[in-house]
């Protein structure tokens, strides 16, 4: 059982920076993958990053390649997502996630989610 805990959303402009922090927490495993998914009104749950907890190999979604880092800090059990050059459809609820395997590119790979924090973006 791992229970999840996102911090770090906001109201920003475009252009602005962000870093979101998610906290995991109880039986955790060395072999997880861990990332980040986002959702907006109306739409799917969709991919943005995810990073193996052992190697520290990363796999983004085209769309935020170049602006996103995800990161993590495996003694405190932490994982980060260093959002740069902000657009406005980068929109949404950000959800953390864990799963057990790589490289976790869709929801329906997940094992455990957070419950979302907001990021919105204005023009």
């Known amino acids: 059982q791992v229970q999840l805990v996102e911090s770090g959303g906001g109201l920003v402009q475009a252009g602005d920076s962000l870093r979101l922090s998610c906290a995991a927490s109880g039986r955790t495993y060395s072999n997880y993958v861990m990332g980040w998914f986002r959702q907006a009104p109306g739409k799917e749950r969709e991919f943005v990053a995810t990073?193996?907890?052992?190697?520290?190999?990363?796999h983004y979604a085209d769309s935020v390649k170049g602006r996103f880092t995800i990161s993590r800090d495996n003694a405190k059990n932490m994982v980060y997502l260093q959002m740069n050059s902000l657009k406005p459809e980068d929109t949404a609820v950000y959800y953390c996630?864990?799963?057990?395997?790589?490289?976790?590119?869709?929801?329906?790979?997940?094992?455990?989610w957070g419950q979302g924090t907001q990021v919105t973006v204005s023009s």
């Open positions: 990073i193996s907890w052992v190697g520290g190999s990363t």
């Open positions: 996630a864990a799963g057990a395997g790589w490289p976790m590119g869709g929801a329906r790979d997940v094992g455990y």
